[in-house]
């Protein structure tokens, strides 16, 4: 039955793992590619799309948002809101405890090491870490 329903709520073309408690806003802005793992506590405000590559692992309490607030008070005060999309390459391993913040890229067969918090695309191949999340050394 979960799984099932997971499947209405997720855009998904194979197999993929969610282990709960799960959050998201709409679900359906969320589109996952085959053998994509999800840890515990994971947290998707999609609301723009957030697409995720195959063979993708994401650590517990990773929090992934896509909307975004005015940094101008009034507008604040009248609730504009608007979003940036995320994309997360294939082979990408997101440690525990990461956030990814709206309109960021993280590149193919990269690492985000555990508590990181990634502000900016993240090129392909890449280890990046810290806060704010900054790439380390290439991942060859």
């Given at each position: 039955?979960?799984?099932?329903?997971?499947?209405?709520?997720?855009?998904?073309?194979?197999?993929?793992?969610?282990?709960?408690?799960?959050?998201?806003?709409?679900?359906?802005?969320?589109?996952?590619?085959?053998?994509?793992?999800?840890?515990?506590?994971?947290?998707?405000?999609?609301?723009?799309?957030?697409?995720?590559?195959?063979?993708?692992?994401i650590g517990p309490n990773t929090h992934i948002y896509t909307a975004c607030h005015s940094?101008?008070?009034?507008?604040?005060?009248?609730?504009?809101?608007?979003?940036?999309?995320?994309?997360?390459?294939?082979?990408?391993?997101?440690?525990?405890?990461?956030?990814?913040?709206?309109?960021?890229?993280?590149?193919?067969?990269?690492?985000?090491?555990?508590?990181?918090?990634?502000?900016k695309d993240i090129p392909n191949n890449s280890i990046a870490v810290g806060n704010p999340a900054k790439v380390?050394?290439?991942?060859?």
């Amino acid at each position: 039955m979960k799984s099932r329903l997971m499947r209405k709520l997720i855009n998904t073309n194979g197999k993929f793992w969610i282990k709960p408690p799960f959050f998201c806003d709409y679900g359906y802005n969320i589109f996952i590619e085959r053998n994509v793992m999800l840890n515990y506590g994971c947290v998707i405000l999609d609301v723009c799309p957030v697409k995720i590559g195959e063979h993708t692992l994401i650590g517990p309490n990773t929090h992934i948002y896509t909307a975004c607030h005015s940094l101008v008070p009034d507008e604040r005060i009248s609730d504009i809101e608007f979003g940036k999309p995320v994309t997360i390459g294939k082979n990408v391993w997101i440690g525990g405890n990461c956030t990814i913040l709206p309109g960021v890229t993280i590149g193919d067969n990269s690492v985000i090491g555990a508590g990181s918090v990634v502000t900016k695309d993240i090129p392909n191949n890449s280890i990046a870490v810290g806060n704010p999340a900054k790439v380390k050394s290439k991942n060859e």
